[in-house]
């Protein structure tokens, strides 16, 4: 019922910027929260950042003051800007979303496909 689409991830330097793109599709009723998480080969899934339908935003302190989500909800896009980026931000990185449908009210989280953010030396 609902798509999660990632894109925007890439190679780039220590020190750089991405800014990634996770487009939401299907029969969306509501989106009660957006986030993103990122998996490191050998690692747990860990939460990058999450933004609420009123805009309260919440990030851990490994990416806190770098990290920066948004959202378009004219698009139903939600965004993650990564700036001033470490070698140990690598992983693939997942948007996922707590969303309600017109056919199931009951708040689901969808998850998408991942995209590959890696960051050399």
């Known amino acids: 019922q609902v798509q999660l689409v990632e894109s925007g991830g890439g190679l780039v330097q220590a020190g750089g910027s991405l800014r990634l793109s996770c487009a939401v599709s299907?029969?969306?009723?509501?989106?009660?929260?957006m986030a993103w998480y990122r998996q490191a080969p050998g690692k747990q899934r860990e939460l990058v950042a999450s933004?609420?339908?009123?805009?309260?935003?919440n990030y851990p302190d490994s990416v806190k003051g770098r990290f920066t989500i948004s959202r378009d909800n004219t698009k139903n896009t939600v965004y993650l800007q990564m700036n001033s980026l470490k070698p140990e931000d690598t992983a693939v990185y997942y948007c996922?979303?707590?969303?309600?449908?017109?056919?199931?009210?009951?708040?689901?989280?969808?998850w998408g496909q991942g995209t590959q953010v890696t960051v050399s030396p």
């Open positions: 996922n979303g707590l969303a309600t449908t017109m056919t199931w009210t009951r708040p689901q989280f969808y």
């Open positions: 933004i609420t339908s009123d805009s309260k935003t």
């Open positions: 299907g029969s969306i009723n509501s989106i009660n929260a």
